[in-house]
């Protein structure tokens, strides 16, 4: 009932609100709940925007949206009105229609339910106003390997031509402080925060000065710094202790106080100019202030103790002094970062802009600037008049630039205009528990101010407004629930979870189901005595790390937990490897050891849930194939290519073939292929693909390789149906780089190697199989048993990129912000300390500010991956050199053990001790958890065959198409021998022939359009344009064989009134379509005459030798024409333009190729003239 209460008030249409959930507190279902609840109160589906953080969130509201509004279409009356009910609709007749009818609504809405991605949304919109967006209206995304490479060339080019006196400047500054590689990290780290980034660049030269007030420092050099430190108003107190240390002290101290007073008695300009001697006097070489009997020797100390205060503080000053000298050094070269930066960023702005390119971080910010910028508020205004109502997901992993953009996008529900007298809401949940993305610019404090603003925005308009918690979890047992509470009720692992002064607590759905939480004694360093020469060891010395020791040993147990002898109790059967989630914090080498040893165990398993697209085995064979048909010579490269599955060769075969070999591999598998089978099919296979390499695509390359030579199924053959997913993502890759460069091997291999571009496997569709993956990557995810390994270490240092805030710069205190483009945090400039001695006290403060922000994440992080497990936790981990940190994951936990009081069990592997705490199945099984009982399927049906009285046989084949045929097209042998065509370069001596044909043919179509006396000039003046390539001696030749031809007495017809240029012709012989279009056709009252043009062929010496391919073509039309007009006999012509010669093709020459069995059905050409 608690859980029910808070989801209904927190679904409620008419008031906005800002929903906190816990994690397994159903978010999707009451964003589901939401959208149901505001489309039965009336609102219009089209105006409702829901953005969610991912894809797999999206598609899945859609589908649960689809499915109950489906359900709802084909339910009685009386269960439809209590699923209404249950979503707080009175049923009424109105309520049923409009339920049922919403399944067709939201179907014949144009592109679906307005549900998706953030950048999603940011993209349809770009697309319909991308001039206002400065946009090419074509844009596409950039892919992550082209903008690497993009950035990687605008770096390079800018180290290259580095030619005003400021990027000089600031290349001396950075010499010896950064590689070039490190630079393009540095530069990479600067765009990945733009919005920051596009502040700090907007300062100009000020940028510097901007810095050194973020370090508080406001000299403008170290001489301006040192100038002020040489005079102080506590000098005569040192200069008095000086004095008495040198006349009662040591030799030594006295010898120092004495250097002190020498330079105490410099004029203020010497003074500065001895600094680095002053400084030695306080300070060791290693800059550690000298110890107290350096000054004061302990007799004087005792009998004086007032002289030391005096050269403690002085020591105290100039550290304070040389602090603030490291400030400038450090503000000087953030600056000189920046301003080398600058460029690199400009060359890629400019490169994307010049190929219509964007990437997410444009889509974001181009979608900002577009809602926010005063000159396109029409746009807001015409987005502002489709949408109502806003529902945002997972916003604790929204960053600021995102934030922008929803604030944007409801800044008019609520004020002037916009606040129209219909109910607008906003609708946001999230939980701060879960912010895990800060490397992706989430922020946990952006989360609290902007559901500030969210609230005092609503409750300005007088509009409802409601924070709601969900804190009864649905997926987890409370084994697990009271494990979280008790970890988080520890200050240490609170900070960042907890806000100050309250309690987490958790409640569970699942109180009657059985649970279980354990934890095993961390993994012991292996034994480190070193083996003597020679002796033989005792275990593989590859497992003799700890981290390598528990994978082997979790590996055991998981195989034993699956192989089906322990059960799994809330859903009543076997526990199963699909059951089974690893998450680890990173993709480390321990990752890959379980993995490894879990498939040396025959455990079925995903593999970790990102890959590096270049390291599976198959994508490596298929490398090495590009690669030696890039260059077969290269044998180390064309022996894997044979020893691998697509070659099929033993290492025998290799050896035999390689060994006392005369020239390269590849031309000794070539000409000894014929000895063995298998040799030649690997020949066969290469050359297949060594014959087409230079002519296709990579994509189509890959494709034949893999397709109808084999390539696939050899690959499965060897390596399982693991391969599947990387050789897919590789042919995708091809067609990505297909598709944005020219198809090169040779660049697409070049491509795909330097981008090291990782491939995200889905985890819903793992299957049955363990999957091992991170965290982040299991966010939103679950499963019955949840192991967590690695514990024992802490989150590494994030690099030495800072952000500051500039104290000038930051915005007076106004009150909340009304404006959507005020930026809701003070702008902030770069710092970049690359060594420890540019590290001064502002930047370390600001260092341990993002270490305490990055512990906080840490805890939050542990707050997800406990909380994925539903039935089952498992916790273990490995002990290292310097021992576990007491703010580790392994020790937090512990801690929470011990809260709960878990009962210590002895622990077989290793010396140690589980700690575990369960709960026994009080209740029912879960529903439709159930397994069938294994029962022999029933038989098919006789009609499918297993009848033994049916004999199989073949259905009969189903009758082909009326294909079209074309038969003036020659389209192979079966049409005869194609005639050879005349070269354009051949018999230049007569004149060039290649054109004078396509000049005869020309006339032949336009001049019987001229009257008979006007033809001879008309031709003339056409043959003499320039360009036409006719020689002046010979167009009074031309001119005479075109005449005569037109004259014919046989052809005269063709060319008179009653003559048609192009005529299609149309008809269906056998089942076949026969369409063509012939050159000239007469339709006379006693004859029909036709005739086909044959330019730039060589002519036959006789009719007889007419090719047999003119023969059909001619045949298949005189049959045509005879079954159109039967009453008429069909005479046909053959003219060859490049002799101006006509042939008439008798009877007896066209019989033999007439088609047989001819039938002509409906053939009548609309403007062919009618008989008489």
Same mark, same amino acid.
């Given at each position: 009932m608690r859980a029910n209460r808070a989801q209904l008030d927190a679904s409620d249409p008419g008031v906005s609100a800002f929903v906190a959930a816990s994690a397994g507190s159903g978010k999707t279902k009451l964003l589901t709940d939401r959208l149901l609840r505001l489309m039965l109160a009336g609102a219009q589906p089209e105006r409702i925007q829901c953005l969610t953080f991912t894809k797999a969130a999206a598609s899945e509201m859609a589908l649960r949206l689809q499915r109950t509004l489906g359900r709802w279409v084909t339910l009685a009356d009386a269960a439809l009105d209590e699923e209404l009910r249950r979503l707080q609709v009175e049923p009424t007749d109105d309520t049923r229609m409009r339920a049922r009818a919403l399944f067709a609504t939201v179907l014949d809405l144009p592109g679906g339910m307005r549900i998706g991605t953030i950048h999603a949304f940011c993209q349809s919109l770009l697309r319909r106003f991308p001039l206002e967006?400065?946009?090419?209206?074509? +844009?596409? !995304?950039?892919?992550? /390997?082209?903008?690497?490479?993009?950035?990687?060339?605008?770096?390079?080019?800018?180290?290259?031509?580095?030619?005003?006196?400021?990027?000089? $400047?600031? !290349?001396?500054?950075?010499?010896?402080?950064?590689?070039?590689?490190? +630079?393009?990290?540095?530069?990479?780290?600067?765009?990945?925060?733009?919005?920051?980034?596009?502040?700090?660049?907007?300062?100009?030269?000020?940028?510097?000065?901007?810095?050194?007030?973020?370090?508080?420092?406001?000299?403008?050099?170290?001489?301006?710094?040192?100038?002020?430190?040489?005079?102080?108003?506590?000098?005569?107190?040192? /200069?008095?202790?000086?004095? /008495?240390?040198?006349?009662?002290?040591?030799?030594?101290?006295?010898?120092? $106080?004495? @250097?002190?007073?020498?330079?105490?008695?410099?004029?203020?300009?010497?003074?500065?100019?001895?600094?680095?001697?002053?400084?030695?006097?306080?300070?060791?070489?290693?800059?550690?202030?000298?110890?107290?009997?350096? +000054?004061?020797?302990?007799?004087?100390?005792?009998?004086?103790?007032?002289?030391?205060?005096?050269?403690? $503080? @002085?020591?105290?000053?100039?550290?304070? $002094?040389?602090? /603030?000298?490291?400030?400038?050094? !450090?503000?000087?070269?953030?600056?000189?970062?920046?301003?080398?930066?600058?460029?690199?960023?400009?060359?890629?702005?400019?490169?994307?802009?010049?190929?219509?390119?964007?990437?997410?971080?444009?889509?974001?910010?181009?979608?900002?600037?577009?809602?926010?910028?005063?000159?396109?508020?029409?746009? !807001?205004?015409?987005?502002?008049?489709?949408?109502?109502?806003?529902?945002?997901d997972e916003v604790q992993d929204t960053a600021p630039a995102q934030w922008k953009i929803a604030h944007a996008l409801t800044a008019e529900f609520f004020a002037g205009a916009g606040a129209s007298d219909a109910v607008r809401t906003v609708f946001a949940v999230g939980d701060r528990k879960q912010s895990i993305y800060s490397f992706q610019g989430a922020d946990a404090e952006e989360f609290d101010r902007s559901r500030a603003l969210l609230r005092t925005r609503v409750e300005r308009a007088g509009q409802p407004w409601r924070d709601t918690g969900l804190d009864v979890s649905f997926r987890s047992t409370a084994p697990v629930l009271a494990l979280v509470d008790a970890v988080f009720a520890q200050p240490a692992a609170g900070d960042g979870v907890v806000e100050a002064g309250e309690r987490l607590t958790h409640y569970s759905d699942r109180v009657l189901q059985a649970g279980r939480v354990e934890l095993w004694p961390l993994t012991p360093l292996p034994d480190a005595t070193p083996l003597e020469p020679w002796q033989v060891p005792e275990q593989n010395q590859g497992l003799r790390s700890a981290p390598q020791h528990l994978a082997e040993t979790l590996a055991d147990w998981i195989r034993d937990q699956t192989g089906g002898g322990v059960r799994l109790e809330s859903k009543g059967r076997p526990l199963a490897p699909g059951d089974v989630m690893v998450l680890v914090r990173r993709r480390n080498a321990f990752a890959h050891a379980l993995v490894r040893a879990l498939k040396t165990r025959g455990v079925p398993v995903a593999g970790l849930d990102r890959l590096v697209l270049t390291e599976p085995p198959a994508v490596q064979d298929l490398l090495a194939l590009c690669d030696a048909l890039l260059l077969p010579q290269d044998d180390l490269t064309f022996a894997c290519l044979l020893t691998s599955p697509l070659g099929g060769l033993t290492d025998d075969d290799l050896m035999d073939l390689a060994i006392g070999r005369a020239g390269p591999l590849w031309e000794t598998l070539r000409d000894r292929a014929a000895e063995r089978a298998h040799w030649d099919a690997a020949w066969r296979f290469f050359a297949a693909l060594l014959a087409r390499v230079d002519y296709v695509s990579p994509y189509a390359l890959l494709v034949e390789a893999l397709g109808p030579l084999g390539g696939r199924a050899r690959l499965f053959a060897r390596l399982g149906a693991e391969a599947a997913e990387p050789i897919d993502e590789l042919l995708q890759a091809a067609l990505t780089y297909g598709r944005l460069h020219p198809p090169s091997l040779q660049g697409f291999l070049h491509w795909l190697r330097r981008s090291g571009a990782e491939v995200k496997r889905e985890p819903d569709a793992a299957g049955n199989l363990v999957r091992v993956m991170t965290v982040h990557g299991a966010k939103g995810l679950q499963a019955p048993l949840v192991i967590l390994p690695d514990t024992t270490a802490l989150p590494p240092d994030e690099g030495t990129l800072l952000w500051a805030e500039d104290p000038a710069s930051r915005p007076a205190p106004d009150g909340p912000p009304q404006v959507p483009s005020r930026p809701m945090v003070p702008p902030l400039v770069p710092l970049w300390a690359p060594r420890k001695e540019f590290r001064c006290i502002a930047a370390q403060r600001l260092r341990d500010d993002l270490k305490r922000k990055r512990m906080q994440e840490h805890n939050r992080l542990l707050y997800v991956a406990l909380t994925r497990a539903e039935d089952r936790l498992l916790v273990c981990g490995w002990q290292t050199r310097r021992g576990p940190d007491p703010a580790c994951w392994y020790n937090l936990i512990a801690g929470g053990f011990a809260a709960l009081g878990a009962e210590p069990v002895p622990f077989d592997p290793w010396e140690g001790e589980v700690l575990s705490h369960a709960t026994g199945q009080t209740g029912p099984i879960e529903r439709g958890a159930l397994v069938a009982p294994t029962e022999p399927p029933p038989p098919p049906p006789s009609w499918l065959g297993s009848d033994p009285g049916w004999r199989a046989a073949p259905p009969p084949a189903e009758p082909p198409r009326p294909l079209p045929l074309a038969p003036s097209r020659p389209e192979g042998v079966a049409d005869g021998s194609v005639p050879q065509a005349a070269s354009p370069l051949a018999a230049r001596d007569g004149g060039d022939r290649f054109r004078r044909g396509q000049a005869i043919h020309a006339l032949l179509q336009h001049l019987p359009a001229v009257p008979s006396p006007d033809r001879a000039g008309a031709a003339r003046r056409w043959l003499a344009r320039p360009g036409q390539g006719i020689a002046p001696e010979t167009v009074e030749e031309v001119v005479a064989e075109v005449l005569a031809i037109l004259d014919h007495p046989e052809l005269a017809p063709l060319f008179g009134p009653e003559g048609r240029a192009e005529m299609p012709l149309t008809g269906l012989i056998g089942d076949a379509v026969v369409g063509g279009l012939v050159d000239r056709l007469a339709v006379l009252p006693d004859r029909v005459l036709v005739a086909d043009y044959k330019t730039n062929r060589v002519p036959p010496d006789s009719v007889a030798a007419t090719p047999v391919l003119y023969l059909r073509q001619m045949a298949s039309y005189r049959a045509v024409l005879r079954a159109i007009f039967p009453d008429r006999p069909v005479r046909c012509a053959l003219v060859w333009t490049r002799s101006a010669e006509v042939v008439m093709l008798p009877d007896d020459v066209l019989d033999p190729h007439a088609p047989g069995g001819l039938e002509i059905r409906g053939s009548d050409p609309s403007h062919a003239p009618a008989a008489d």
């Open positions: 967006a400065a946009l090419s209206p074509h +844009f596409q !995304l950039v892919d992550d /390997r082209d903008a690497e490479d993009a950035l990687a060339e605008a770096r390079e080019d800018m180290l290259a031509t580095a030619n005003t006196p400021a990027l000089r $400047a600031a !290349l001396e500054r950075l010499a010896g402080l950064a590689t070039a590689d490190q +630079f393009g990290r540095h530069v990479a780290a600067l765009q990945a925060d733009r919005q920051r980034l596009a502040g700090a660049l907007a300062l100009g030269p000020a940028l510097e000065a901007a810095q050194r007030r973020a370090l508080g420092v406001d000299a403008a050099s170290g001489a301006e710094i040192v100038a002020a430190a040489v005079n102080w108003q506590a000098e005569p107190n040192l /200069r008095e202790a000086a004095r /008495r240390v040198q006349a009662q002290g040591a030799p030594k101290v006295a010898e120092r $106080a004495a @250097e002190i007073l020498g330079w105490l008695s410099l004029p203020a300009e010497d003074r500065a100019a001895h600094w680095d001697a002053w400084r030695t006097c306080f300070f060791t070489q290693a800059g550690v202030v000298r110890g107290d009997t350096a +000054f004061v020797n302990a007799k004087l100390d005792k009998t004086d103790p007032d002289l030391l205060p005096a050269f403690q $503080a @002085e020591a105290a000053r100039i550290e304070e $002094a040389d602090d /603030r000298c490291r400030a400038l050094e !450090l503000a000087a070269i953030s600056a000189a970062l920046v301003t080398l930066a600058a460029p690199v960023l400009q060359a890629y702005a400019r490169h994307k802009q010049a190929t219509g390119l964007v990437d997410y971080d444009d889509l974001i910010g181009r979608t900002s600037d577009l809602l926010v910028d005063p000159g396109a508020a029409w746009v !807001l205004y015409k987005l502002d008049g489709g949408l109502d109502h806003l529902l945002l």
